[in-house]
């Protein structure tokens, strides 16, 4: 039972950790968006795309200029249908709503959408890892205990009926 609610209560946290992460907002390339941005939820921007491509993107508005920065190794997220590629990460120096544009030079189906950076579901990962161990161990360490009670006590008793009969 309690490996049950360990696997359980993993696979919940992993799917709301990757629906946390995947982009709420989408758009074309070459499209404008406006889009709220919060520097403490640590948003990034995400390329769905069949090909490889060569983009470029820029953001202005907001309380400050944000800046882009790349990526550092390939970090995907599977949302439904769509592979997700982190590419770059918003440096926003306050929270409000900024201008983003994406474009890409090659004629390919492209969309760009606007998540939240991968680092930032560790937490959510580490607890959902510990819950698929710690539960089901938690379980197994007092089904142990139970059964040398159990143990205990019939050989209490099977002491106590020798001595009697």
Do not use: H
Request: net charge positive; hydrophobic share 45%; aromatic share 4%.
């Amino acid at each position: 039972m309690c490996a049950v609610a360990g696997v359980v209560i993993f696979a919940t946290g992993l799917v709301s950790t990757v629906s946390e992460l995947a982009p709420t907002r989408t758009f074309a390339s070459g499209e404008s968006v406006t889009v709220p941005i919060d520097p403490a939820n640590k948003p990034a921007i995400y390329i769905a795309s069949d090909t490889a491509v060569n983009y470029e993107c820029a953001i202005s508005g907001g309380p400050g200029q944000a800046r882009l920065a790349k990526t550092t190794g390939t970090q995907t997220v599977t949302d439904g249908n769509a592979v997700w590629e982190q590419i770059l990460v918003i440096n926003a120096p306050g929270k409000g709503d900024y201008q983003l544009t994406c474009t890409n030079q090659e004629q390919a189906t492209v969309r760009y959408g606007v998540g939240r950076e991968l680092t930032s579901a560790a937490g959510g990962i580490a607890g959902g890892v510990a819950a698929l161990f710690l539960i089901p161990g938690a379980g197994l360490l007092i089904a142990i205990a139970g059964t040398v009670v159990v143990l205990v006590r019939r050989s209490g008793s099977r002491k106590r009926l020798a001595v009697s009969g």
